[in-house]
T-cell receptor, first 118, second 114 residues
């Protein structure tokens, strides 16, 4: 079974630009979550999508957005990039279910996209 | 809101030493608890989990017990190996969140020297 695939693995962008990151979840998984990892703030939840609907969003500015397609693939977009957006962006997929929570649910993570803003 | 506090390290141990990484949490609901491990240049891998009080998660010689009375989920291993060198994250998922999301601790970097 293929794992979670994130593309690209590395990106270098200039301040003010925008960027789109992609995540293909494990086949059959309907929930996709995104996290930002930085040395200072650690791992922070960005948002979760289930069946093309955003169910929850973390405490990030509106420059961070995402979407999920009917095949469960997800993209996140960051507009007007700032130096502080430099981070490792991780995507996680899980089986998920309507109603949001199954105690035994395991999240499978991709290798991440390393974004550097210069 | 929910939070996870873990010792940040770094922790340096000799091979075959005993490992403990402390983790405590606060949550509004009755959370599930996890330990994830991150090797250099990689994403996170689930190491072990526990979903209710007194459950013990175990994997690859690592263990952690869900202690509701002390809101803790400490990670232990009796004899570490060089290959255990990585960053370890304690995390929780809270049913009150309405969606599947994880709240992580800051991570503990473990280095095991021969």
């Amino acid at each position: 079974k293929a794992g979670v695939t994130q593309t690209p693995r590395y990106l270098i962008k200039t301040r003010g630009q925008q960027v789109t990151l992609s995540c293909s979840p494990i086949s059959g998984h309907r929930s996709v979550s995104w996290y930002q990892q930085t040395p200072g703030q650690g791992l922070q939840f960005l948002f979760e999508y289930f069946s093309e609907t955003q169910r929850n969003k973390g405490n990030f500015p509106g420059r961070f957005s995402g979407r999920q397609f009917s095949n469960s693939r997800s993209e996140m977009n960051v507009s007007t990039l700032e130096l502080g957006d430099s981070a490792l962006y991780l995507c996680a997929s899980s089986t998920g279910r309507t109603g949001g929570y199954t105690p035994n649910t395991e999240a499978f993570f991709g290798q991440g996209t390393r974004l550097t803003v210069v | 809101g929910d939070s996870v506090t873990q010792m940040e390290g770094p922790v340096t141990l000799s091979e075959e030493a005993f490992l403990t990484i402390n983790c405590t949490y606060t949550a509004t609901g009755y959370p599930s608890l996890f330990w994830y491990v991150q090797y250099p240049g990689e994403g996170l891998q689930l190491l072990l989990k526990a979903t209710k009080a007194d459950d013990k998660g175990s994997n690859k010689g690592f263990e952690a017990t869900y202690r509701k009375e002390t809101t803790s989920f400490h990670l232990e291993k009796g004899s570490v190996q060089v290959s255990d060198s990585a960053v370890y994250f304690c995390a929780l998922s809270d049913p009150g969140a309405g969606s599947y999301q994880l709240t992580f601790g800051k991570g503990t970097k473990l280095s095991v020297i021969p």
